[in-house]
């Protein structure tokens, strides 16, 4: 996906040398793929200054986060809260060129979505446009819903051209006229995986969307030793270890995780370990409870990296069951799916989003429809069974990964766009 120039690229020199990357928050345990990319592209000499709307809520942190080198700058998360920073920006702010321009747009945004989240934006849009943007020349948003409300607005209001990076609940819970109206504005905008691509496409002038995929750091994700694991689920003394890593939240399937679990024969023996947390943490425990699996389900909660890969390497089947959540909310590809796999560890998922753009049905893991719990209990049966079906998925899982999900090729990408 080479570019050189319009609406897909820009040549060298032309971003005016430092990007600001907008954030919905940094650091975030659950967006390592952020992280990555932004070290990998100051690796080959982008200079980058980190905007988030919020502070990190997490106390943790990945071993990326401190290697980045990009400044941090904190926009306010609620305005009521540092009233006379957002006053002395708004005052700086009308007095650029593009102000009312911006001002218009997100009038005209407020009617469609008089929400206090849509207010919220612009005031941080402000801060924006008077403290970072005079250090840089483009803005680049993660995320299309609300990072890229904020970096729109600003752009508008500085004259700065502005990009993006799409991925999953952005994308399909945010309105179509949105999604139109921002396509139209970006300079380029790219996005995880082939499904999402299609989605965006359609709604966007020709050229302006690209396939990006965030691909798997193997310097981070290093091969595992050999795997000789002969577990069957026969032995009480020895079960067969499942792992799990997503956050509790609709979208990820966990009551759909447990209601299978809940139908594997007793007699059949294993142990699943959850690593995330969420706010459905506490629900999913008490159905666990009442299906009888307390003893057999470990609740980790959020780790940093290290002991997520330690979870890998111990494990001997990883599952997810991914759906379609009610307000569209989905997953694209979910990482940990290319992190697991990496370590040459079988997967079990669903069938969803670009899940198949990764897993292979029957070659590189197992797939089930999503919310469909007997179906999602027939495979996991069948991997906790056979070891060497295992072991033959985890193989030719690994090999995809490194193959055709390598992140030097989306970096190799991104670093062209921002003119490197």
Same mark, same amino acid.
């Given at each position: 996906?080479?570019?050189?120039?319009?609406?897909?690229?820009?040549?060298?020199?032309?971003?005016?040398?430092?990007?600001?990357?907008?954030?919905?928050?940094?650091?975030?345990?659950?967006?390592?793929?952020?992280?990555?990319?932004?070290?990998?592209?100051?690796?080959?000499?982008?200079?980058?200054?980190?905007?988030?709307?919020?502070?990190?809520?997490?106390?943790?942190?990945?071993?990326?986060?401190?290697?980045?080198?990009?400044?941090?700058?904190?926009?306010?998360?609620?305005?009521?809260?540092?009233?006379?920073?957002?006053?002395?920006?708004?005052?700086?702010?009308?007095?650029?060129?593009?102000?009312?321009?911006?001002?218009?747009?997100?009038?005209?945004?407020?009617?469609?979505?008089?929400?206090?989240?849509?207010?919220?934006?612009?005031?941080?849009?402000?801060?924006?446009?008077?403290?970072?943007?005079?250090?840089?020349?483009?803005?680049?948003?993660?995320?299309?819903?609300?990072?890229?409300?904020?970096?729109?607005?600003?752009?508008?209001?500085?004259?700065?051209?502005?990009?993006?990076?799409?991925?999953?609940?952005?994308?399909?819970?945010?309105?179509?006229?949105?999604?139109?109206?921002?396509?139209?504005?970006?300079?380029?905008?790219?996005?995880?995986?082939?499904?999402?691509?299609?989605?965006?496409?359609?709604?966007?002038?020709?050229?302006?969307?690209?396939?990006?995929?965030?691909?798997?750091?193997?310097?981070?994700?290093?091969?595992?030793?050999?795997?000789?694991?002969?577990?069957?689920?026969?032995?009480?003394?020895?079960?067969?270890?499942?792992?799990?890593?997503?956050?509790?939240?609709?979208?990820?399937?966990?009551?759909?995780?447990? *209601?299978?679990? &809940?139908? %594997?024969?007793?007699?059949?023996? #294993? /142990?699943?370990?959850?690593?995330? +947390? $969420?706010? =459905?943490?506490?629900?999913?425990?008490?159905? *666990?409870?009442? &299906?009888? %699996?307390?003893?057999?389900?470990? #609740? /980790?909660?959020?780790?940093?990296? +290290? $002991?997520? =890969?330690?979870?890998?390497?111990?494990?001997?089947?990883?599952?997810?069951?991914?759906?379609?959540?009610?307000?569209?909310?989905?997953?694209?590809?979910?990482?940990?799916?290319?992190?697991?796999?990496?370590?040459?560890?079988?997967?079990?998922?669903?069938?969803?989003?670009?899940?198949?753009?990764?897993?292979?049905?029957?070659?590189?893991?197992?797939?089930?429809?999503?919310?469909?719990?007997?179906?999602?209990?027939?495979?996991?049966?069948?991997?906790?069974?056979?070891?060497?079906?295992?072991?033959?998925?985890?193989?030719?899982?690994?090999?995809?990964?490194?193959?055709?999900?390598?992140?030097?090729?989306?970096?190799?990408?991104?670093?062209?766009?921002?003119?490197?």
């Amino acid at each position: 996906m080479s570019v050189s120039g319009g609406p897909g690229g820009e040549a060298a020199g032309a971003s005016g040398g430092r990007v600001a990357f907008v954030l919905k928050g940094y650091p975030r345990l659950s967006e390592t793929f952020i992280a990555q990319e932004i070290r990998a592209l100051e690796a080959r000499g982008l200079e980058i200054e980190i905007v988030s709307l919020r502070r990190p809520a997490e106390g943790a942190a990945h071993p990326v986060h401190g290697e980045i080198a990009a400044p941090v700058t904190y926009l306010p998360e609620h305005l009521h809260r540092e009233p006379l920073r957002v006053m002395r920006a708004w005052r700086r702010a009308r007095r650029l060129a593009g102000y009312r321009a911006a001002l218009g747009r997100w009038r005209r945004d407020l009617r469609r979505d008089p929400t206090p989240n849509r207010a919220r934006r612009f005031g941080q849009a402000c801060v924006l446009a008077a403290e970072v943007a005079p250090r840089v020349g483009r803005l680049h948003a993660h995320f299309l819903h609300t990072p890229a409300s904020v970096a729109r607005y600003a752009a508008l209001m500085t004259g700065l051209g502005w990009t993006g990076s799409a991925h999953a609940r952005d994308i399909y819970t945010t309105p179509d006229w949105e999604l139109r109206e921002k396509l139209a504005d970006c300079r380029w905008l790219v996005t995880c995986t082939a499904a999402n691509r299609d989605h965006l496409a359609a709604r966007a002038p020709t050229g302006r969307v690209a396939l990006v995929y965030h691909g798997l750091d193997p310097a981070r994700w290093p091969a595992p030793p050999p795997r000789r694991s002969a577990r069957d689920g026969r032995d009480p003394g020895d079960p067969v270890r499942l792992v799990s890593v997503g956050r509790a939240v609709p979208k990820k399937g966990y009551d759909v995780l447990i *209601a299978a679990l &809940a139908r %594997l024969p007793r007699a059949l023996h #294993w /142990r699943l370990d959850h690593i995330g +947390d $969420g706010p =459905l943490l506490g629900r999913l425990r008490e159905q *666990a409870d009442a &299906a009888g %699996l307390a003893g057999r389900i470990r #609740w /980790r909660g959020a780790m940093a990296q +290290d $002991g997520v =890969l330690a979870a890998y390497r111990e494990a001997d089947l990883f599952v997810l069951a991914p759906r379609i959540d009610g307000d569209g909310d989905r997953d694209g590809l979910p990482n940990v799916l290319m992190e697991a796999q990496s370590q040459t560890l079988a997967a079990v998922a669903t069938r969803v989003s670009a899940v198949p753009e990764l897993v292979l049905d029957g070659e590189t893991g197992l797939l089930a429809a999503p919310d469909d719990a007997p179906a999602l209990a027939r495979l996991v049966e069948r991997a906790i069974a056979d070891p060497v079906l295992r072991a033959r998925l985890g193989a030719a899982g690994a090999a995809r990964v490194r193959s055709a999900f390598a992140m030097e090729t989306g970096v190799e990408d991104l670093a062209r766009r921002f003119g490197l």
